[in-house]
């Protein structure tokens, strides 16, 4: 008699047919076959963790091994050139195929930690309820699961949503221990490769043609909490409007860290905001090129940092008299427009999460959105939210678009020759109080939301020094605010401190050091980086002796500067201020010109 075999791969999952008494070696030459596969380029294993090891050395049956009909084996490829599949070949290359187990899956450290913890809600002994002695449970006292509604509900305020790693907890908590888990992402393009019938649009099938999706609110989140670590970070992005009336973006730099007060939960804890460059009007925001994003990437990781987010303004002046603001975003009128959540969608899948239970090695995404805007209280509120992975997947496939004249209603595009889009529908209540199913067209956005609380923490925290003079901030020329050596200048006259760390730790001014023109540190400056991170005094004393900073201070010293404080930096001794002297540097451009020329060589006019 014979029995099938199920044995997944970063392909899918086939079904091999295997005699009983047959031999490992033998079904390894199936599986080989069925998989596209040459020199025993693949492993086969019994556990998804790839435990159990199946191999031909063994040379015992399957019925020896305990493998029986139905048992899912999982195979795992042991290098892409050991695949004849060129789909294989193509996608595991590309890093999207990444299941459990595959070497190049490491998740973000937040999660290896959190999936290491216990995780379970523990309960003191009830005095009123519990019959039993000190050492004893019962159902009032017995710790609860981490994904637990009924006190998840009761918390104050109540949580909406669990966290995601309850939510993989409560996936893998069955009696199969999750082995059959696996968090598929959607997807709503038609799957390539069918050849039964012609390309769309003359021809589609059921195996090629993507399922409807029925849009749910989401039950868990992927962050839980959004924490600024002091007033001062959000109060400087806010200077810009409050100084020209226009609404304002940045980038929120930061890293993500335990949320205690929700089981498994992430908070992303929010350091630094980096202001690209952008065209923003009292009602509109146009993000613009940015030559420096991978460089500022850079700096953020090797000062431990991430980018965890953006955020974005959205302010009224309601009485410049008392500073209030136009309480507009509420239950009655949208929290955020389609537009912003197709803007969150699609900077969520530009930032996925890497994730071992997925297939394709990602799912969701921790990136999140920050909204400044009018609270009832007609005062400056911070609101937080990220879309769901529905949404994601729609604005992904570019198949949502925002209503012109309607912001809070979304609308699923409908199928062209150019592209098939699967019907998109939505539950809601009618009159009579009966459930119906509804076409997305149009849509209510509040079902692709998923709102997060923003907090600032009672006790500041300064990853970066704060200083009452801080360095300007960049690409705000429009303010008058340049960063360049004659601001530098003054900011390291007016900043005295003996601490060379604390003057220097000023994201800012880290990132001008890296990006300016005229004397870019980006090659001569991890020394210091390393130093504001490890915040190691000593480090940073031993960057300020080098020829760089040096350099730096004699860019400063011809700028017209009083330079009363910069000299506490030592660093130049007397043949070298001597040498400098003889070079100065244009107040218009701030570069630096050579010893006896009477015009700048940059921008040509005459020595200032």
């Not at 999460?353 to 009018?374: E, Q, W």
Request: glycine letters at 6%; a negative charge; one cysteine or more.
């Amino acid at each position: 008699s014979s029995e099938i075999i199920r044995v997944q791969s970063p392909e899918g999952v086939k079904r091999i047919t295997a005699a009983k008494r047959e031999t490992v070696a033998t079904f390894l030459k199936k599986v080989a076959k069925e998989f596209g596969f040459r020199n025993n380029g693949f492993s086969v294993y019994v556990n998804r963790n790839r435990t159990g090891e199946i191999t031909a050395s063994q040379n015992k049956s399957l019925h020896l091994l305990k493998i029986k009909h139905g048992d899912m084996l999982f195979l795992f490829p042991s290098s892409p050139a050991g695949s004849s599949s060129e789909n294989m070949d193509t996608s595991i290359s590309q890093g999207l195929l990444r299941p459990l187990g595959v070497p190049h899956v490491v998740e973000d450290e937040i999660d290896q930690y959190l999936i290491k913890q216990d995780g379970k809600i523990y309960r003191n002994r009830d005095q009123q309820l519990c019959r039993h002695g000190p050492l004893g449970k019962c159902v009032h006292c017995v710790p609860l699961e981490p994904f637990d509604e009924d006190y998840l509900n009761h918390l104050e305020p109540p949580v909406k949503h669990m966290s995601f790693h309850a939510y993989i907890r409560k996936l893998t908590g069955g009696a199969d221990k999750g082995k059959f888990v696996a968090l598929e992402n959607i997807s709503c393009k038609i799957k390539s490769g069918c050849e039964g019938h012609p390309p769309w649009p003359e021809g589609i099938c059921t195996k090629c043609q993507p399922s409807a999706i029925t849009l749910n609110r989401q039950k868990y989140r992927h962050v839980d909490n959004i924490m600024f670590e002091n007033h001062t970070l959000a109060d400087r992005f806010l200077d810009f409007w409050r100084k020209t009336g226009n609404q304002h973006f940045g980038y929120l730099y930061g890293r993500y860290t335990e949320h205690k007060d929700i089981p498994l939960g992430i908070r992303a804890e929010v350091a630094a905001i980096y202001e690209p460059p952008q065209i923003g009007t009292q009602n509109s925001l146009e993000l613009l090129e940015d030559p420096k994003a991978e460089v500022v990437d850079e700096i953020a990781a090797k000062l431990g940092l991430r980018k965890v987010g953006w955020i974005f303004t959205d302010l009224v002046s309601e009485d410049t008299r008392k500073g209030t603001v136009r309480y507009s975003r509420n239950k009655d009128t949208y929290f955020l427009s389609a537009e912003e959540c197709i803007t969150a969608g699609n900077f969520q899948n530009r930032h996925p999460n890497i994730c071992r239970l997925s297939p394709d090695g990602h799912f969701g995404s921790k990136f999140v959105t920050v909204m400044a805007t009018g609270g009832p209280d007609n005062q400056v509120h911070f609101e937080g939210y990220q879309v769901s992975n529905q949404c994601m997947a729609l604005v992904r496939d570019e198949c949502l678009l925002p209503c012109r004249d309607a912001p809070e209603l979304g609308y699923a595009k409908e199928s062209s020759s150019e592209q098939y889009v699967p019907d998109v529908f939505y539950k809601d209540i009618d009159k009579f109080g009966n459930e119906i199913t509804q076409l997305a067209r149009p849509l209510p956005v509040e079902y692709l939301i998923i709102d997060i609380t923003t907090t600032f923490p009672k006790d500041p925290v300064y990853t970066f020094s704060i200083s009452q003079n801080p360095f300007p901030i960049e690409n705000r020329d429009v303010l008058g605010e340049t960063q360049d050596f004659h601001s530098l200048a003054t900011y390291l006259s007016q900043n005295t401190s003996s601490v060379f760390l604390d003057v220097i730790s000023d994201f800012h001014l880290l990132l001008f050091l890296v990006t300016n023109e005229v004397m870019p540190l980006q090659d001569s400056i991890s020394l210091l980086l390393e130093a504001v991170r490890t915040r190691n005094e000593e480090l940073a004393q031993t960057w300020k002796k080098s020829e760089q900073w040096a350099t730096i201070e004699q860019l400063c010293s011809t700028v017209g500067v009083p330079l009363s404080g910069l000299h506490e930096y030592g660093a130049m001794g007397s043949s070298t201020h001597a040498a400098s002297s003889a070079m100065w540097a244009c107040l218009h451009c701030t570069f630096m010109n050579q010893p006896g020329t009477d015009h700048c060589e940059m921008c040509s006019l005459p020595r200032t």
